[in-house]
């Protein structure tokens, strides 16, 4: 009989033996030449092994974590497929908040996995390399089970078939793809402070909690389980953001102010890619749990506060935005659904007016701004509607240059006067929503002027189909602009009321519920 008993490794002494047992030290080549990226942008670290995960996660601990995770995830996903979940939901209007979230969110999950997989190899430290390598790997599921979650409704409703070319064309969708586009073209440490800090750990419970909250309350079981599965690996995300500011504050005093630049960066330009989602959970859930404005002051003004209290003895101080988005979260969302609905006709999903009852709750939540400002603008487009006189806009919004947010932002101190400002580099103007994305672009002009910005291309031309003559008698650009999106004219874009959506929903669930 075999009397040696081995010792079974502690948590601590596993971890160490799966990420600092695998490092190595460079011999034969130079560390510059093997991590090229991590001198240019002025961060200082001087002991990689200070970054320590306080999950302590290790490759062979996710996959058992996460296959015993997505399995149950695929179960429920597969049985609300099979029992026509697509049916249970509160009414069609809600599918289109899923049209706006797959082919805006969905691609970011998988921007994020490649910059997470950069960050793997351009870190020196195994533990920040080995964290940052689980994220990625989570990423790239995250982005797979919202595509199967979502699929079902494919089959049946308009505007989800084609979320990967519609998010790299259409116009609108140029504002989560430049954020993130932003980032990854940013140096390593800007990046993991973008996204992991400022957009996981401070924005992400705007992002998640109030749309999966909603399509629970909304009978979407499916996109409920895999929100809640993925925001159980945003806690870990969340930890990591925060882990990674500390550590950096903590290498070098020197950090500090580069840090800080990049928070007051990415906290604003994580708040004006949220407009959108703010407008989804305010007008596009039949059915609602809080607003917008709700959501804010429990997930930020609550939560995001007491973060910066405590990162007060770093020297880091709340983001310089702060003030201005306690303006402004009275009045984003409103903005944003007058906005989409007068240029419905080049999107990929249905727009409506707020009925009676959604107007009075909208006042309840807004007592402040919406009776004054907004309530008369429905209620004068309703009336026009009623008289067969709908109003819609002939043209798309100018878009600003940095957060590429269509520009119908007011005056912080004046609602009644829309934001803009301008600016010129190197002969040519530029325009912007604020004060904020004006600052961030004089920072790096070089890197803004590039940017790709949706109503100017269309201008300009290029935002028309391959062979496309606009000289022949009878060319519609909106039309040829509607084809280079893939925009399944008729089918996909206009007011729900009438819609394709609305006529099946009801004839399929009418037969649902009778014999």
Partial sequence: MDMNVKKKLGLKERYHLMTRDLAWDATYQKEEDIYPQLAYEGIKIHDWDKWEDPFRLTVDAYWKYQAEKERKLYAIIDAFSQNNGHLTVTDARYVNALKLWLNGITPLEYEAHKGYCRLGREFKGVGASVACQM??????????????????????????DDWHHKADRMWYYSVPKSFF????????????????????????????????????????????????????????????????????????????????????KWCWRGVRLLTLVGMMQDYMLPKRVMSWKEAWEIYFEGNGMALFNDLARYGIKVPECVEQVRKEKGHITHQAW?????????????????????????????????????????????????????????????????????????EPDDPT?????EGTYMGEKFQFCSTFCHKIFDDEAEKYVQSWIPPHQIFQGNCFPEGT???????????????????????????????????????????????
């Fill in 135 to 160: 994220q990625s790997i989570d990423e790239l599921r995250h982005a797979q089970t919202q595509i199967h979650a979502m699929s079902n409704y494919n089959r049946f409703y308009n505007g989800l």
């Fill in 469 to 515: 003559n606009p000289t022949v008698e009878g060319f519609d650009p909106v039309r040829a602009v509607a084809d280079y999106y893939q925009l399944n004219w008729g089918h996909e874009n206009g007011p729900f009321e009438g819609s394709e959506d609305q006529k099946n929903f009801a004839m399929w669930r009418n037969q649902a519920t009778k014999n």
């Fill in 181 to 264: 586009e932003d980032a990854l073209s940013a140096g390593p440490f800007e990046f993991i402070t973008a996204i992991s800090f400022s957009f996981e750990y401070v924005l992400t419970n705007l992002l998640f909690v109030p749309f999966v909250s909603g399509a629970a309350y909304n009978g979407d079981m499916a996109a409920m389980t895999f929100g809640f599965s993925a925001q159980s690996d945003e806690s870990r995300h969340m930890t990591l953001g925060l882990e990674v500011i500390k550590f950096m504050l903590e290498q070098d005093p020197q950090n500090a102010p580069i840090v800080q630049k990049w928070i007051d």
């Fill in 338 to 410: 007058l906005t989409f609905n007068s240029a419905n006709f080049l999107t990929n999903f249905h727009t409506w007016i707020p009925s009676k009852e959604e107007l009075d709750w909208l006042d309840a939540k807004y007592p402040e701004t919406f009776p004054k400002y907004y309530r008369p603008r429905f209620e004068y487009f309703q009336k026009l509607e009623d008289e067969g006189k709908p109003f819609f806009t002939s043209g798309l919004p100018r878009v600003c240059q940095v957060c590429q947010i269509p520009v119908f932002y007011t």
């Fill in 417 to 421: 006067q829309l934001a803009y400002e």
